[in-house]
């Protein structure tokens, strides 16, 4: 297979960002499909940390990477980031950078609206304040201004006000203040330049590229848990992040999703409100957001911390397509006696094999565990398979039972090198 899709199989953060960056080595092009820059990504490459949220891990690595048509764009923060890295010695240039031109843009009363909605609620989504939830409504609503709309003036003004007609109420309704489409008008006429000159037929481009042999590598945000459809909703992201997205969101077909690679922590964190399972309070929990450095990129929130489940990466696996699986972070485990892994649940007397859809019955699921003996060496940095203890190679394949997919990759710290391939998904 000519291509990879990177997905999280849990609920974001699982270390998408150290895997991308080290498979961008194979790849030749590199690919965000949906979401917005409320994903965080860090790359540790040598003594450089670099923290990307809305640009494509491949523009470390100088590989032509293409923001698509499904990922929901505020120019301002793109731009700032552009320019951000290039303080750090990558230079983004419309040659190595390509946004789709018919992406929707993320514009400040996006931003308004989903911080004012947030801080009325009763009960807090957890959103990131960054103004996605509203681009993407926005966009189903047929109201959202795109990227190629900026080259045209008349048709900006006249989708300014149709979609100022729309927020007028909603803003009155949370006390915001009326927007000011002048305003708005000449801040977007002011960046335009800058915008579309990275601007293009992102689909076009890639068709052109697909049909020549070369790889592409898709990149997701979040994570499969937090799907629309298929997350623990209402407490999930405004996108689809299942592998199936890739195809929608870039333009190319649906066979172009390859080997669809799910990264998966040894162990589950949460950020934000929402349903936990195997959510650990105790001092094991505290172990792991420690010893995990467990922090939002993006919003800098302490994760929720708890045991792996294997039924919810289960239902990843299921969900995407999942060929294998990139198991990272096992190095957090070390240390600990006795480990746990959730296998199922209990919910009223029966038990499932899944998380069910409904919001109550998640909530009062009560997780079945399987206790496996932990380790006391040390597994951070191990680059071959022979440096595992013997407790932690049992772990892995145990887990490999459980979710039903193969661990093709092992990451043990944050560093690029320190990986462990059993399977290269580019030429699986």
Request: aromatic share 6%; hydrophobic share 40%; net charge neutral.
């Amino acid at each position: 297979m000519a291509n990879v899709t990177v997905i999280g199989a849990q609920w974001g953060d699982e270390g998408k960002g150290k895997l991308v960056d080290w498979l961008s080595n194979r790849a030749d092009v590199v690919v965000r499909f949906q979401g917005g820059h409320n994903a965080g990504h860090t790359l540790v490459v040598g003594n450089q940390t670099y923290k990307l949220s809305l640009l494509p891990s491949g523009v470390v690595q100088g590989k032509l990477s293409v923001i698509g048509n499904g990922v929901v764009v505020d120019p301002w923060h793109l731009l700032d980031e552009i320019e951000r890295i290039g303080a750090q010695g990558v230079s983004v240039t419309p040659d190595l950078l390509i946004l789709a031109d018919n992406a929707c843009l993320i514009l400040p009363l996006h931003k308004d609206l989903d911080q004012a909605r947030e801080a009325a609620a009763a009960n807090k989504i957890g959103t990131t304040g960054r103004g996605i939830g509203p681009a993407y409504e926005d966009k189903v609503g047929r109201r959202a201004i795109r990227v190629a709309d900026l080259a045209d003036r008349a048709a900006l003004e006249a989708k300014i006000d149709r979609l100022l007609a729309h927020h007028a109420p909603l803003r009155r309704g949370l006390g915001l203040p009326e927007a000011d489409g002048e305003a708005l008008l000449a801040r977007l006429e002011a960046i335009a330049p800058k915008v579309l000159a990275y601007a293009q037929p992102a689909w076009l481009k890639l068709n052109e590229v697909a049909k020549a042999g070369r790889r592409v590598l898709f990149e997701g945000a979040q994570g499969a848990l937090l799907d629309v459809d298929h997350g623990t909703y209402p407490y999930v992201t405004s996108s689809n992040t299942v592998a199936g997205q890739a195809a929608a969101g870039s333009g190319l077909g649906a066979k172009a999703t390859g080997y669809v690679l799910g990264i998966v922590k040894a162990y589950t964190t949460r950020v934000g409100e929402g349903p936990f399972p195997t959510e650990l309070t105790d001092e094991v929990g505290q172990h792991l957001g420690t010893v995990g450095r467990e922090f939002g990129t993006v919003t800098g929130r302490a994760r929720r911390c708890g045991w792996f489940d294997a039924a919810l990466v289960r239902q990843s696996v299921a969900l995407n397509g999942i060929v294998g699986v990139a198991l990272t972070k096992l190095d957090v485990l070390d240390g600990l006696a006795t480990l746990k892994i959730c296998t199922g649940y209990r919910l009223d007397g029966r038990e499932l094999s899944y998380l069910p859809a409904g919001l109550k019955a998640q909530g009062e699921l009560t997780p079945v565990y399987e206790e496996m003996e932990g380790w006391s060496e040390s597994t951070h940095g191990a680059r071959s398979w022979r440096d595992l203890p013997a407790a932690a190679v049992k772990y892995v394949r145990r887990v490999e039972e459980l979710i039903g997919a193969p661990v093709a990759l092992l990451s043990t710290s944050p560093q690029r090198d320190d990986t462990i391939m059993m399977r290269d998904p580019f030429q699986d």
